[in-house]
């Protein structure tokens, strides 16, 4: 499976995003660009995506998403698509919700493995006492991406919740 990549630059950091011809395979924070030469439609659709969503415009993402993980994994980050923006859920109401309470820390370890950061919104989950733990792009980041979406939350939203998932 040939992989392609664009850098998009954030608010936060360089994202590196990285496709199938069809489908997001990752979204992840790095410290440097790198040359991208061929650039699938997807790409250029997901970078735009990303711009709406940093300017304000956009709540949720309709991209195809190819998910790489555990069928566990994957039950958390399809829920994890269905907290609305600028809400937040504890790992515990996740655990709850997929009917697995005693799982808090497998839930906790799902979100650390997510490889689609903002589009699968595991930063949208906090610890039971409201604290911000963990989040593969540092705290700051976290904090940051939840403060954003709490400026924008009352906006009128733009587009319907679709992410489509090819479970490879």
């Given at each position: 499976m040939k992989r392609y990549h664009i850098y998009y630059q954030s608010p936060i950091g360089i994202l590196e995003i990285s496709s199938t011809k069809k489908s997001i395979l990752s979204v992840d924070f790095v410290e440097q660009e790198e040359k991208s030469l061929d650039i699938p439609p997807i790409l250029k659709k997901t970078s735009?995506?990303?711009?709406?969503?940093?300017k304000g415009k956009r709540k949720t993402f309709d991209l195809n998403?190819?998910?790489?993980?555990?069928?566990f994994q994957k039950q958390v980050?399809?829920?994890?698509t269905n907290i609305d923006y600028g809400n937040v859920v504890s790992y515990k109401d996740v655990a709850k919700?997929?009917?697995?309470?005693?799982?808090?820390?497998?839930?906790?370890?799902?979100?650390n493995k997510n490889k689609i950061a903002i589009i699968i919104p595991c930063h949208r989950v906090?610890?039971?006492?409201?604290?911000?733990?963990?989040?593969?792009?540092?705290?700051?980041?976290?904090?940051?991406l939840l403060k954003h979406e709490q400026t924008?939350?009352?906006?009128?939203?733009?587009?319907?919740?679709?992410?489509?998932?090819?479970?490879t």
């Open positions: 735009i995506q990303l711009d709406e969503y940093f998403l190819s998910i790489q993980g555990t069928a980050w399809d829920y994890l919700a997929i009917r697995n309470e005693k799982a808090v820390r497998a839930v906790g370890n799902a979100n906090i610890g039971s006492n409201g604290k911000l733990t963990g989040y593969a792009g540092g705290i700051w980041r976290k904090e940051w924008f939350h009352s906006s009128p939203i733009k587009g319907n919740r679709q992410c489509f998932f090819f479970h």
